[in-house]
């Protein structure tokens, strides 16, 4: 069964620093990845996504993640966080059969 | 587009009693609804995905008999917790998607969350 993998916990940054959050899928055929964030109290929104292409894919609020097929490894990145970006991030990998997997999610926190 | 509401947002209940969480597609039709359940800091789990008039699948030890769900039109899902308890408390999120929309794309509602007293 595919498995998805979010490797930092907590993540605790200052304004301006850069983010890389790590994501690691154990499917092995064709995949659909997303990078969704959860805001305090608020519910999911897509932040970018991966169907075919371009493997570094651009998504909204500066965020973009990098697909590296032969490491399974969809890594979230952005070059200068701020503190509105504290919030809970899932990366997500769909198959074909459209089940839909989440990582365990990482809490960035970002201080002013 | 591609928006997503349940309803409630938030309901209390008794143990015992049954609740039954509305989750609609209110731009598009959705052929596909899931339906997850998220515990506090965690993440989300799948417990079923619908189709429009087929019987849900349900994950590997999600109660069938406990968790209803029904698709019965292409912009609605519903979920019943019967005879809830306490550990059903959860937050509960459904996602749709639909033939109109990119593959394998879902677009998730604001979730209700459940406390059972």
């Known amino acids: 069964a595919q498995s998805v993998s979010q490797h930092n916990h907590h993540v605790i940054l200052s304004e301006a620093a850069s983010l890389e959050l790590g994501c690691n899928y154990s499917?092995?055929?064709?995949?659909?990845l997303f990078w969704y964030v959860q805001y305090p109290g608020q519910h999911l929104q897509l932040l970018l996504k991966?169907?075919?292409?371009?493997?570094l894919v651009k998504g909204i609020k500066g965020f973009e993640a990098e697909f590296i097929k032969s490491k399974f490894s969809f890594n979230l990145r952005k070059p200068s966080v701020q503190w509105s970006d504290t919030a809970e991030y899932f990366c997500?990998?769909?198959?074909?059969?459209?089940?839909?997997?989440f990582g365990a999610g990482t809490r960035l926190t970002v201080k002013p | 587009g591609a928006v997503v509401s349940q309803h409630p947002s938030w309901v209390i209940c008794k143990s015992g009693t049954s609740v039954k969480i509305e989750c609609r597609s209110l731009d598009f039709q959705a052929t596909t609804m899931f339906w997850y359940r998220q515990f506090p800091k965690q993440s989300l789990m799948l417990m079923a995905t619908s189709n429009e008039g087929s019987k849900a699948t349900y994950e590997q030890g999600v109660e069938k008999d406990k968790f209803l769900i029904n698709h019965a039109s292409l912009t609605l899902s519903t979920l019943t917790v019967t005879s809830a308890h306490p550990e059903d408390s959860s937050f509960y999120i459904c996602?749709?998607?639909?033939?109109?929309?990119?593959?394998?794309?879902?677009?998730f509602g604001p979730g209700t969350r459940l406390t059972v007293t």
């Open positions: 991966y169907f075919s292409g371009d493997p």
């Open positions: 996602s749709a998607s639909g033939l109109a929309q990119l593959s394998y794309e879902q677009y």
């Open positions: 997500a990998v769909n198959a074909p059969n459209n089940d839909m997997r």
């Open positions: 499917y092995g055929g064709t995949v659909n």
